[in-house]
């Protein structure tokens, strides 16, 4: 028999217990909610089914992130220990601590100036404070540490804040970096074009991607200032880049220069929700692609530095790649397929400019083990494996110089990270 007394104290223990059984029962529910969420998110991937022809209509939705990483691979990379992924991780965060200084202000004013001359300081502060807030976006959506996204977001709303203008140097012009040459006009919209797709994919991750149910925090009103930064660097610079690829096919505009133009208008267009200007870029890929990219595979420009240039032919392949990426991304992975899959065709001939095994218009070429293999070999090597017919040149290529960080101050990095090896 249970005493009297004793009752009151056992019934409220009972209901303690049921209460604390029904609170744990609840918790592990909701677990088992998320991680029900998160098994769903990781298997929404991208479609890589070819649609060459469409295009998004006023109505058409954007996926966001889609600037060349989509919330999948994002989740993929979150989820992924293997050694391959925390290596390639790494090198953010090396970036982060030794190659890209954190900003203390921002210029009103970038000065540019036209190579071989080097950049002036707030040209290459633009470039530097582009790249470290995509890394951080890219550390915050592995760690979920609300430092990595203020820090990010501090880059992003500095540069709204501050940015007036780009101007080249002058003959005059002594200060600010300049070196008493005058830069080219159109050095200024290749900065422009340089900077803006990593901007608006560091913006983007910032925006919309939640890591582990959390957003990053970003105000409404700094992200309003934010997009007027970003069109007028499309306005008033990128366009003029767009509108000189119709040139006939001569000159810069089926090269680097217009390739940058492109990936950059996409980019920006992605991030406004601007679907003319992404239909604009998108088109016009498909007519570089074509232009730029022979039915061999040589690419332009290879002729350059006396034909031994493996960069600037590398950095055209490297745009259009991106741009076929995001594209995908969008639900259109026709890019990729274009004119009997130009772009892979092209980056195989780089593959044998390193081998010298090609010629460029009708010349020797051949690319030293020691210049430097952009991040686009990474992307089409990824794109590839997924869909199982990865190129095993390409792939010997992309291997050459695994992981990739920072590799140029013009194209995003940390592909190694973002897009790895099929499989890893």
Not at 94 to 107: K, M, Q, V
Not at 250 to 279: C, D, H, P, Q
Request: charged share 20%.
């Amino acid at each position: 028999m249970v005493s009297p007394l004793l009752r009151p104290r056992i019934r409220t223990v009972a209901i303690l217990m049921a209460a604390l059984f029904f609170f744990i029962s609840c918790q592990q529910a909701w677990q088992l909610v998320r991680e029900q969420l998160q098994m769903t998110r990781a298997t929404d991937a991208p479609s890589r089914t070819a649609t060459e022809g469409v295009q998004l209509t006023a109505s058409s939705q954007f996926t966001h992130p889609g600037i060349l990483n989509h919330t999948f691979h994002l989740d993929q990379a979150r989820q992924d220990s293997s050694s391959q992924r925390v290596r390639a991780y790494n090198q953010i965060v090396y970036a982060i601590d030794n190659l890209l200084p954190y900003p203390s202000s921002f210029p009103s004013t970038v000065w540019v100036r036209t190579p071989p001359h080097p950049p002036t300081p707030s040209e290459s502060q633009m470039w530097s404070d582009a790249l470290l807030a995509y890394a951080y976006a890219l550390k915050w959506t592995r760690s979920g540490s609300g430092e990595d996204a203020r820090r990010a977001i501090h880059i992003l709303d500095g540069w709204a804040d501050s940015f007036e203008r780009i101007r080249g140097c002058s003959e005059q012009e002594s200060g600010n970096g300049c070196p008493g040459v005058a830069t080219d006009g159109l050095q200024r919209r290749l900065q422009a074009a340089w900077v803006a797709p990593n901007f608006a994919a560091a913006a983007e991750i910032i925006r919309h991607y939640e890591a582990d149910g959390k957003e990053a925090g970003w105000g409404a009103s700094n992200i309003r200032k934010f997009e007027r930064f970003l069109e007028d660097l499309q306005v008033n610079y990128i366009e003029t880049l767009v509108q000189g690829i119709h040139r006939g096919g001569t000159g810069w505009s089926e090269n680097n220069w217009g390739a940058s133009g492109l990936w950059a208008k996409m980019s920006v267009a992605i991030f406004l929700n601007r679907v003319s200007w992404y239909n604009d870029a998108v088109a016009r890929s498909r007519h570089m692609i074509y232009n730029a990219i022979d039915g061999s595979g040589e690419v332009n420009e290879c002729e350059r530095s006396n034909f031994r240039d493996c960069l600037h032919p590398q950095m055209t392949l490297t745009a259009l790649t991106f741009a076929a990426e995001t594209s995908a991304n969008q639900g259109d992975a026709s890019l990729y397929y274009a004119y009997s899959e130009r772009l892979i065709k092209g980056w195989d001939w780089v593959g044998r400019a390193f081998q010298g095994t090609v010629r460029c218009k009708n010349r020797e070429f051949r690319c030293g083990s020691d210049q430097q293999i952009m991040p686009g070999v990474e992307v089409i090597h990824h794109h590839y494996g997924q869909i199982g017919t990865p190129s095993a040149r390409i792939g010997s290529l992309k291997e050459q110089q695994a992981p990739y960080g920072v590799v140029t101050r013009q194209f995003i990095g940390f592909t190694s990270y973002t897009h790895p090896e099929a499989g890893n």
